[in-house]
C-alpha cells in the first residue's frame, strides 16, 4: 500500500513536502506519480518519476516551483512544492505503476496499480 503525507494549510509563496512511502512491496520497480483533484474537478496530473529514477515528468502548471524525488533505500518518493499559488488547492494522491517510465504512460491515472489516500493541501492568505 501507500501512504501520502506532508499536507497541509500554508499561505501563497510557501512550501511544503509531500511524501509516499510504499509498504508491502519495493519501489525499485514502481514509477511513482502525484495527482491532484481539486473541489468539483477531475483528478489531474501534477509530476511522475520514472521506476528507475532517471527521468521526471511535470505539469507545465508546477514546472520551475515542483520536484519530485525518489529515495529508494526508504522506499519514498518526495514532491517537494515551492512557490506554491492559490490554484495548487487540492487533494493530493499518489499512485504506482510498475516498471513505470513513459511520460504518456504516466500521465494516465488509470495505469496506475496502486493509490494511496490522499493528502490535502490548502494555499490560502
Known amino acids: 500500500q501507500l501512504q501520502a503525507s506532508g499536507g497541509g494549510l500554508v499561505q501563497p509563496g510557501e512550501s511544503l513536502r509531500l511524501s509516499c512511502v510504499a509498504s508491502?512491496?519495493?519501489?525499485?520497480?514502481?514509477?511513482i506519480g502525484w495527482f491532484r483533484q481539486a473541489p468539483g474537478k477531475e483528478r489531474e496530473f501534477v509530476a511522475a518519476?520514472?521506476?528507475?529514477?532517471?527521468?521526471?515528468y511535470y505539469t507545465d502548471a508546477v514546472k520551475g516551483r515542483f520536484t519530485i524525488s525518489k529515495d529508494n533505500a526508504k522506499n519514498t518518493v518526495y514532491l517537494q512544492m515551492n512557490n506554491l499559488k492559490p490554484e495548487d488547492t487540492a487533494v493530493y494522491y499518489c499512485?504506482?505503476?510498475?516498471?513505470?517510465?513513459?511520460?504518456?504512460?504516466?500521465?494516465?491515472?488509470?495505469?496506475?496499480?496502486?493509490w494511496g489516500q490522499g493528502t490535502q493541501v490548502t494555499v490560502s492568505s
Open positions: 508491502g512491496f519495493s519501489l525499485d520497480y514502481y514509477a
Open positions: 518519476i520514472s521506476y528507475s529514477g532517471g527521468y521526471t
Open positions: 499512485g504506482a505503476d510498475i516498471l513505470g517510465g513513459s511520460y504518456y504512460t504516466l500521465k494516465e491515472a488509470a495505469n496506475y496499480d496502486y
